[in-house]
């Protein structure tokens, strides 16, 4: 019986070998992509949209998702690096890559005629192996040591945008995290980043407390006000428009006057309302018109308007302020403290920082650079390091860099695939190979050559030096603590553990079956999807 007969026309199937092969080849190539970004020495990608708008990046993540990528396995792959970027922040390229080599590697046992599910059983074997040995061999830090956390934070960010500054912006993002940081506890959510273009990267800067890209809305307002007393409120302090809002039919001239009248005087004895609470900065969520600017100006309230629900929330953590949703409701202890509020120019236009005094339960990293790429680019290495040095007070664990614990871990699961009986072990030393892959990557990525690093690394390792791994400031094979390059324990981890289940889930697979979308991704006759990575052309 055909396909045909039971499954409708419109269904493609690839079965067996081909399926395995057909996705083992899209991962290797999702691999192959994000490959020559790692590392401070890998390269950015450019990539351009379909409306033309540009991202120039470094960052695994953003790379595999910009891609639009079709084919069903290589999603797979991306979701691996989407699942790192959630959980720690950073690492997205490593574990994409270790899926697609564990993957690579697979095929060279499918060769050999081992059943994918051993693969797969060796694999796990190997993974939960690797995760034990992981944990033992990372090295415990006390959470307030702010000088591994910086070094945390410049390994992230060593040859992305950041890089020149790395310095300022580890002491930033410490601090940073430090700052949010409650009872052990550390929400990104209370880390705002905001970006203005002109001035240089260097002129980033964190402001305890929150930056609005807003200016007060009329100058008459004063420009800085010490001592704010904050209110928020989510309604708007505007006239109704008579015409649109409400359904009463007026006759006369002086009956609209009238009507006018009435809602001047309610925003009068609104804003005198506001005011008599000793409110002298105000943040509001919707409109606040020509008129009740004016009143606010008088009064010398400092007033901002159509202010996002986020940023609303975020004021209110940092100066301890409630949202007003109905004013007849307030009293004066619904509004927030800040230090100090101001408005301060930038290249083009002005802003708003509510400042706290050192701490702040929000902590804001204002980004400059010269254009949208740069800022942008700055941001997703922010981002990386954040995460990182968040991961590693969370979890107090921090393992060496430049390939070197990939090279420990590898080495020692290879002495235990010794002791393993059966066909899995051949998976399981597969496994061990595959983590070089990224030691030879970093070495490559640099113009060096793989093979000799990758010989030197595992020399060393062989003699008991376990931090020993490739310093990529001096090009050369050393101690990874003492030159400082120094990782979270948590990337590595789920690095791993979300590599092996792709891996697995993908060796597993032995038949795809596609509903025929309308134009796009259907199979040719060799069983390949011939558009799957079509945004590559
Ligand atoms: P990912 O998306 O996986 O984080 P990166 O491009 O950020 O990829 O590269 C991370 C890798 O670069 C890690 O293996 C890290 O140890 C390594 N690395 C960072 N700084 C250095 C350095 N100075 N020398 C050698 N390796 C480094
Ligand atoms: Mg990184």
Known sequence: MKTGEIMPESINRVIGKDAQRNNIFAAKM????????????????????????????????????????????????????????????????????????????????????????????????????????????????????????????????????????????????????????????????????????????????LIPGVVLLKERISKDMPPKISDARVLLIDFPLELKNPEIETKISISSHSELQNLINEEENAIKEMVEKISSTGCNALFCQKGIDDFAKYLLAKKGIYACRRVGRNDLEKISKATNSRIISNLSEIASKDLGYAKKIEEVKQTDDYVTYIKEEENSKIMTILIRGGTVHVVDEIERAIMDGLGDISSAINTKLVVCGGGAIEAELSKRLKEFSSKITGRERLAVYEFANALEFIPTTLAENAGLDPIDILTEIKRRHDTGEINAGLNLFTNKVENMLEAKIIEPYKIKSQAISSATDVATMILRIDDIILSKPQNKGKMNDTGNMPDFMSSLN
């Open 30 to 205: 999702i691999s192959e992509v994000v490959k020559t970004t790692l590392g401070p020495r890998g390269m950015d990608k450019m990539l351009v949209s379909d409306n033309g708008d540009i991202i120039v990046t470094n960052d695994g993540v953003t790379i595999l998702t910009e891609m639009q990528i079709e084919h069903p396995a290589a999603k797979m792959m991306v979701e691996i690096a989407k699942t790192q970027e959630s959980e720690v922040g950073d690492g997205t390229t490593t574990s994409v890559m270790l899926a697609g080599k564990l993957l690579e590697n697979a095929e060279r046992l499918l060769d050999q005629k081992i059943h994918p599910t051993i693969i797969s059983k060796g694999y796990r074997i190997a993974s939960e192996k690797v995760q034990e040995i992981l944990k033992d061999i990372s090295i415990e830090i006390t959470s307030d040591n702010e000088n591994v956390l910086r070094q945390i934070a410049m390994t992230a960010m060593t040859g992305k945008g950041a890089e020149d500054s790395k310095e300022t912006f580890a002491d930033i993002l410490v601090k940073c995290v430090k700052g949010v940081q409650e009872d052990g506890k550390i929400d990104m959510n209370n880390i705002k980043i905001e970006k203005v273009i002109g001035e240089k990267i260097q002129d980033t800067e």
